[in-house]
């Protein structure tokens, strides 16, 4: 079992940047692939960010690749979700999200409460 919490969500102008972090529960973080997601207004919940376990492969939804960079630190239970250059339709909550099986087919069976993100223009 693992718990998430996400944290560093705000209110920032466009061209802003925002970090957030999501910290895991358990001893068990390193095994676990993460992803970041989020989901607007009425919006489906949409993929944005994804690491392995080492943190040696990252993907990115096209939407956001030049832009946002996920990572994680291991020793800290954290992964991380930079977003630079924020623009209006970013506005969403973002979630974090865990996956124990395989960063190329991932399943992703525990999930944050979110951290709101909203950006003006």
């Known amino acids: 079992q693992v718990q998430l919490v996400e944290s560093g969500g705000g209110l920032v102008q466009a061209g802003g940047s925002l970090r957030l972090s999501c910290v895991a529960s358990g001893r068990t973080f390193s095994t676990y692939n993460m992803g970041w997601f989020r989901q607007a207004p009425g919006k489906e919940r949409e993929f944005v960010a994804a690491i392995n376990w080492s943190g040696g492969s990252k993907y990115y939804a096209d939407s956001v690749r030049s832009r946002f960079t996920i990572s994680r630190d291991n020793a800290k239970n954290t992964v991380y979700l930079q977003l630079n250059s924020l623009q209006p339709e970013d506005t969403a909550v973002y979630y974090c999200?865990?996956?124990?099986?395989?960063?190329?087919?991932?399943?992703?069976?525990?999930w944050g409460q979110g951290t709101q993100v909203t950006v003006s223009s």
């Open positions: 999200a865990a996956d124990g099986t395989t960063i190329t087919n991932p399943k992703w069976d525990y």
